[in-house]
């Protein structure tokens, strides 16, 4: 099947710890994205990368790191984390030719931060 | 200033019965789309329309109409015919810069929460 996939669908873990998210779209996009989706479902960009290049960084803290060795893939590793983090984190892709393309978005990973 | 205003935190519908979902932007940008996204309690993220600036016509997918009123910067979601599997989070976004060709990021307005009634 095409698609975002992104692993792990659920992740609990304590404050402090170190945890990462994987992220695989075989659309052959170009363009892929870190969205947070908050407890009150606002959804806000984190990182954007194009062909492996680091586009778009939200001011997000040095804590999240994302990382991508290829094109399909967008990693994104969270250092000592905090229960403020807790929400769920999308991935998304699009093509770079598609100003008019939507986002195809993974299925989220619930982080919950105890 | 908020980039995507709904103004409508939850909205209710009949069975059947069609329903408008407000959505207003601002850019100063003459070159941008807008889209709508549903989200139903699953959790996934579902494209189901988008809209250019420039078109001149209406978007329409199936039930799913934008009413883009480019004067008054509003790009509200008109749903016809309400099913009970339409009952969700539908969320308005908008992508600027479109002929700068670098930035392919959406900003998302906060949301709507539509419960459709049988």
């Known amino acids: 099947d095409t698609a975002v996939s992104q692993t792990p669908k659920y992740l609990v873990t304590q404050m402090g710890n170190d945890k990462s998210i994987k992220c695989e779209q075989n659309?052959?996009?170009?363009?892929m994205y870190w969205y947070k989706q908050d407890s009150k479902k606002f959804l806000k960009i984190m990182f954007s990368?194009?062909?492996?290049?680091?586009?778009i960084n939200e001011t997000v803290p040095n804590r999240f790191s994302p990382k991508s060795p290829d094109k399909a893939h967008l990693n994104l590793h969270i250092n000592s984390l905090e229960l403020g983090d807790s929400a769920v984190y999308f991935c998304?892709?699009?093509?770079?030719?598609?100003?008019?393309?939507?986002?195809?978005f993974g299925n989220g990973t619930r982080l919950t931060v105890t | 200033a908020q980039k995507i205003t709904q103004t409508q935190p939850g909205m209710f519908v009949q069975e059947k019965e069609a329903v408008t979902l407000d959505c207003t932007y601002d850019?100063?940008?003459?070159?941008?789309?807008l889209f709508w996204y549903k989200q139903p309690s699953s959790g996934e993220m579902i494209f189901l329309i988008y809209?250019?600036?420039?078109?001149?016509q209406n978007a329409t997918e199936g039930r799913y109409s934008l009413n883009f009123q480019k004067a008054r910067k509003s790009a509200n979601l008109v749903i016809s015919a309400s099913q009970l599997g339409d009952s969700a989070m539908y969320f308005c976004?908008?992508?600027?810069?479109?002929?700068?060709?670098?930035?392919?990021?959406?900003?998302f307005g906060k949301g709507t929460l539509l419960t459709v009634n049988p």
């Open positions: 998304a892709s699009s093509p770079i030719t598609g100003g008019v393309s939507p986002l195809h």
């Open positions: 659309l052959g996009h170009d363009t």
């Open positions: 990368y194009n062909n492996k290049e680091l586009i």
């Open positions: 850019t100063s940008d003459q070159s941008y789309g």
């Open positions: 809209q250019g600036s420039y078109d001149e």
């Open positions: 976004a908008m992508r600027e810069g479109l002929m700068r060709g670098s930035n392919y990021k959406l900003t």
